[in-house]
């Protein structure tokens, strides 16, 4: 589902001879994956198709990011800056966005990423276990086993975080929440939920103060 939550008729397309810069962010972790041009019919097939198209400078005509590689960067919402010459995208990728196979073009993840940036890209990860159950894999026997023994799990590592931090060191206590933040969020994608929900809960209750 996407969300286009501004009013697009701002627009100034003077300013670059009909082109805004489009800045692509994922909608989940924040990365910014790449920069591009837009001309008024590209933005429409974005809105209108789902999938974040430019107008190639080099080919002289729209481009819709992945349509050789199947990459695509399906459109979650468009926002404008305060100039209204800009655009963001967020985005979600469907493959590495750079053509040098990297997630964003401008370099690893773990360079550009935010810094809380991996805990989306764990919820994600772990929504994707939840829908494919691959052999072999510790999420998806969690998911075999119920909820009920995804919660026990969840009270386990609660525990064992709860003890690191009175009566061990920093390393520890570090490694027992990484295994509670984890079992949770399996717990969370069991009932159809996410980190996301979390996130716009504590938001909103901030929001609230």
């Known amino acids: 589902m996407t969300d286009i939550n501004t009013d697009l008729s701002r627009l100034d397309w003077r300013k670059g001879d009909g082109l805004l810069p489009a800045v692509v962010q994922h ?11 837009m001309n008024a019919e590209a933005l429409e097939t974005t809105r209108r198709e789902g999938k974040v198209t430019f107008y190639s400078r080099s080919k002289q005509r729209l481009w819709t990011k992945g349509e050789s590689s199947g990459h695509v960067l399906a459109m979650k919402s468009i926002r404008i800056d305060c100039d209204a010459d800009t655009l963001l995208i967020q985005a979600e990728p469907q493959g590495p966005t750079c053509h040098l196979g990297t997630s964003s073009c401008f370099g690893e993840s773990a360079v550009v990423s935010p810094p809380l940036g991996f805990i989306a890209e764990l919820d994600a990860l772990v929504e994707q276990r939840y829908v494919e159950r691959p052999d072999g894999s510790y999420t998806t026997r969690l998911f075999e086993g119920g909820i009920r023994r995804i919660a026990q799990k969840v009270g386990e590592e609660g525990v064992e975080t709860a003890l690191a931090a009175v009566a061990q060191g920093d390393e520890e206590l570090l490694g027992e929440a990484a295994d509670l933040v984890f079992h949770l969020t399996v717990a969370l994608r069991a009932r159809g939920l996410g980190l996301t929900d979390v996130a716009r809960l504590l938001a909103e209750r901030h929001a609230q103060r």
């Open 27 to 37: 909608w989940r972790s924040g990365e910014v994956l790449m920069l591009g041009y």
